[in-house]
């Protein structure tokens, strides 16, 4: 089958490899339509903190936001899966030390991620093999654009469930990339008052676009108590500005990541009591996403840009547009289109 395969830093392209056999418990599922991460971009340019660590190594596959339908069971897999339209969680736990006992498998030391860490084959391919109990059951009203924005929409779904606002209180989103609007987009639907600050006018306008009109710049930004901030860029003075910008006794959020190391005084978190949550990974949040996506109270689909074939990756890992692209932050690949 195709897949496409990175070989070094700024190295990938469609190869062909082996298809993948259903082992005992895992299925195999014929891919639909995968999101392009900044992870991915990462992988491929060779800044990744894992490819540092020796949690991931070339050659690798990547591609973690994903769905498909399953066309293959192992060995102890219930057959009822065969057919079924589904996405699966990125984050595979070894399932038997005490993060995972606890259901906690995003964040165990032993894991494997699809697509990025412990030799796991990504999604960009046109087939996948995972354990069946990593997989989660798409109803029919989540088509492939929104089954591929599951996963990073677990994330926003965690960020802004943490945030704790709703009716009558005021969130501001740092960052209007894909993460940020999700986590917007979800903070809506809890009925808070939401705010975005981003840098690029085409960024903000877009967010304007999704009905945020309050969408500012940091010489714009209003001077407003703000009950939450979630810091969804990628920064490295984000956290601290988030801090300062959080009221007392509010909640900071931090969900996006940084290449270099972010600085937050401690002193300023404790003197205004605010509370600080760290968002790794959306596998607590997938089965609230797939509800909010089938229900309609969230609709991200304009964040795609556009969709792409297995041929026209690479072009977009080294930070091309696809041509015709809308003005969304998010690029999708369908491997079955070539």
Known sequence: MRAFVLTGPGEGSVQEVPV????????????ERVGVCGTDVELFTGELSYLQTGHSSYPLRPGHEWCGRVTQVGDGVDPAWLGRRVMGDT???????????????HVCEHRQEVG???????????QLAV???????????????????????????RA??????GAGER??????????????????ASGAEVHLLGVTGESLAFARGLGFHSAWTRETLPDL????VVDASTAAGSPALALDLVQPAGRLVCIGIAGTPSTVDTRTLLLKDVTAVGILS???????????????????????????????VAAVLAGGRPEGAGPGPKVHVDPRAG
């Open 171 to 188: 969130a501001l989103v740092l960052g209007p990339g894909t993460i940020g609007l999700l986590t917007a987009l979800f903070l809506r």
């Open 225 to 228: 108590p703000f009950d939450a």
């Open 282 to 312: 959306g596998s607590p949040g997938l089965d609230a996403t797939i509800a909010a996506y089938a229900g309609g109270a969230v609709d991200p689909r304009p964040l795609v840009a556009a969709t792409v074939g297995l041929d026209g």
């Open 160 to 165: 802004a469930h943490a945030a704790e606002v």
């Open 91 to 105: 984050m595979l736990g070894d399932r038997v030390c005490r993060p995972c006992r606890r259901g906690q498998q």
């Open 20 to 31: 993948p056999v259903a082992a005992p418990g895992d299925v195999v599922v014929e891919v």
């Open 116 to 126: 990025i860490r412990g030799d796991r084959p990504g999604a960009l391919a046109e």
């Open 131 to 157: 354990p069946a109990w990593s997989l989660k059951e798409l109803p029919g009203t989540v088509d492939e654009v929104l089954g591929a924005l599951v996963e990073p929409g677990g994330n926003a779904w």
